[in-house]
């Protein structure tokens, strides 16, 4: 079986190029959430695919609906690795004003840590790459050796996914940060 993973294409929001506040970051996450996406920059190459396992968040299914696949499943466990503005009980983070890229790294590290102002906790996180995986193989269709197929998710949830199906004997281009709309394709070693 070949795995094509990809991240959903780029999303149509302007960046914010201000200093925020944790709330404001928290609102500005939110529009980035229902945020439509933009249409490809480059040719969609012709690839056919047995499955496309998507992410059931809309700018997931948008970019899915540029492939071609025999069977689309739309599901909760691709989901992107939810961020918030970090909260700690002695120190009140919400009222820094701070750019947005210093949020999302402070959300991440904080989430790496397990630290409870993140919705979703690691291991959680990494059940839901394993569960995906493990789904992979019981298909039939997907798991034979002529399968391919492609998953549509999320950044964060990619590079937790990238590491699971090393794992599992799976290889691919190193990923180092995954960009809106490129495939990293994997094949069992």
Not at 162 to 170: E, S, V, W
């Amino acid at each position: 079986m070949k795995l094509g993973l990809i991240r959903h294409f780029k999303v149509d929001l302007k960046p914010q190029r201000t200093w925020l506040t944790g709330e404001q970051f928290n609102q500005w996450v939110q529009e980035y959430e229902l945020a439509p996406i933009q249409a490809p920059e480059h040719e969609i190459g012709g690839q056919r695919w047995t499955l496309c396992l998507c992410s059931d968040q809309e700018r997931a299914v948008h970019t899915a609906s540029y492939f071609e696949a025999r069977k689309f499943v739309y599901t909760e466990l691709l989901r992107e690795i939810s961020v918030t503005a970090p909260r700690l009980k002695t120190i009140r983070l919400s009222g820094l004003r701070l750019p947005v890229n210093l949020w999302l790294v402070l959300g991440r590290l904080f989430w790496s840590v397990g630290h409870s102002s993140q919705a979703e906790s690691k291991a959680a996180v990494l059940r839901r790459a394993d569960k995906v995986i493990d789904s992979l193989l019981i298909d039939d269709e997907a798991s034979a050796q002529e399968g391919c197929v492609l998953i549509v998710s999320h950044g964060a949830f990619m590079k937790v996914l990238d590491r699971r199906l090393r794992r599992r004997g799976y290889e691919a281009e190193r990923m180092r940060y995954p960009r809106n709309g490129q495939i990293f394709m994997y094949e069992m070693k």
